[in-house]
DNA sequence: GTTCGCACGATTGTCAACAATCAGTTTCCT
DNA sequence: AGGAAACTGATTGTTGACAATCGTGCGAAC
């Protein structure tokens, strides 16, 4: 047999398939996780040595994966003074948010362009949960239909250039949004916002689609500011 | 006397500014300004030693530099097969244009809504300026215009985070980016479409600035759509 | 009691050697 | 000859050690 072919190397761990390098990226992807989680508070100091610990992984791809979430903007390095988990202010929040709606907007008006019957079909089903939802006061439903709405869209979308974008900056609001979607009266003003979505995009209309997606994260928008006077609300 | 009081504090060599210590940031600047001006062809291999004699970096300061760049989207990273300047596709040149088109709409009406007297001024006078060079067939000053009006308006609109995405989108366009403003008409067709825009910023008018900014993009849009019939286009 | 300077510990930045991997070529067997 | 396994040179990935830097606590001078 050929056994013996083997003994040459250590054995090679294969890096299978896709292979996107594997411990940076694990690093990378469980670091994110772990941020988004609220398992360390913005403006907490990210210690490598802690880090190395915890993720089982070398300084080296500790310090790539802090400097890839640096890129989006989740964390923050400042030389010789390490890495912090990015704080965001109010005013950046809206600004955020007002770049989401114009790319969301664009993403809504390519869906209703390439949307199949399929997928219309999709749309409406997730449609009809959300207003079953609001209507039972399911709110944290509610919150997962949104996200689910705001995703099948860009899946229909396909638009990667601004998926990508929208991602990394969803990402950084990951923290407010959850807030957002609990205040008082919300559901109520978002559901027919989102049932315009649908219906636009049902219908193929690129121009009311992403009038309807703009109208729909303005009002967000809107909210932000509204706080921007009640400084209370930032814990 | 005490020359042992020298051995703790010795001077820094103050590598603090844009001093000739080559750092990381000055590698990275070197090195996209580099594949910015053509000198690296996209799809081009990027190998370290190279660069390393180069840039007179060392190696750790290269590798951080690709690492930005890739997260800039300017270069590609593959594992164990090094760096390539990233090609872009026609199809991709014409996503990130979409996206430029509302965030450039957004940053305009947003700039209409904060603009100064003085400032108002400062745009008037590009638009005269841009009008002569047309007239005189002064392509390179008008494309140098064309930068200027386009960097004041971001500039007036005060948006950061908008600012930060357009400003990577539009290095990764760089190369096409001159190309366009070249084509034979392209001037005749876009000077009214700044004028509008200037004039919609100056009367204070974000609907209108922000049409007439996505206007102006989404021409460049039906531009590159209509090179995708005519693949002769790409080299 | 307060303030300044200074050494110290903790943490991050950098480097050079080592290991792993890839692309191209050679060799060997059928 | 033809194709696959195995070498080779070049290049990249990783590790551990070392240097630079920051924040802090102690002590001396006033």
């Given at each position: 047999?050929?056994?013996?072919?083997?003994?040459?190397?250590v054995r090679r761990s294969r890096p299978r398939g896709t292979a996107d390098g594997k411990d940076k990226a694990t690093a990378r992807?469980?670091?994110?996780?772990a941020i988004l989680a609220g398992e360390y508070m913005p403006g907490e100091r990210l210690v490598e040595a802690q880090l190395i610990e915890r993720f089982g992984v070398s300084r080296f791809n500790i310090r790539l994966a802090l400097q890839d979430l640096a890129g989006e903007g989740l964390v923050e390095i400042q030389r010789n003074r390490g890495a912090h988990v990015r704080k965001i202010s109010l005013a950046e929040?809206?600004?955020?948010?007002?770049?989401?709606?114009?790319?969301?907007?664009?993403?809504?008006?390519?869906?209703?362009d390439r949307v199949t019957e399929a997928e219309a079909s999709e749309l409406d089903e997730i449609g009809l949960?959300?207003?079953?939802?609001?209507?039972?006061?399911?709110?944290?439903?509610?919150s997962d239909l949104n996200q689910r709405?705001?995703?099948?869209?860009?899946?229909?979308?396909?638009?990667?250039?601004?998926?990508?974008?929208?991602?990394?900056?969803?990402?950084?609001?990951?923290?407010?949004?959850?807030?957002?979607?609990?205040?008082?009266?919300?559901?109520?003003v978002?559901?027919?916002?989102?049932?315009?979505?649908?219906?636009?995009?049902?219908?193929r209309d690129p121009a009311a689609a992403e009038t309807a997606m703009r109208e729909h994260i303005a009002s967000?928008?809107?909210?932000?500011?509204?706080?921007?006077?009640?400084?209370?609300?930032?814990?």
């Open positions: 047999m050929s056994a013996e072919k083997n003994l040459t190397g992807d469980e670091l994110r996780t929040t809206i600004e955020i948010t007002q770049v989401r709606m114009v790319l969301e907007g664009l993403v809504a008006a390519q869906a209703a949960l959300m207003r079953r939802a609001v209507e039972a006061g399911e709110f944290r439903r509610y709405l705001h995703g099948l869209i860009r899946k229909i979308g396909a638009h990667a250039t601004a998926d990508r974008l929208i991602g990394t900056l969803r990402a950084q609001l990951a923290r407010h949004q959850f807030m957002l979607s609990l205040l008082p009266g919300r559901p109520a978002s559901l027919p916002q989102h049932e315009r979505i649908i219906t636009a995009i049902r219908d967000v928008v809107e909210v932000l500011r509204s706080l921007e006077d009640t400084p209370a609300a930032h814990g």
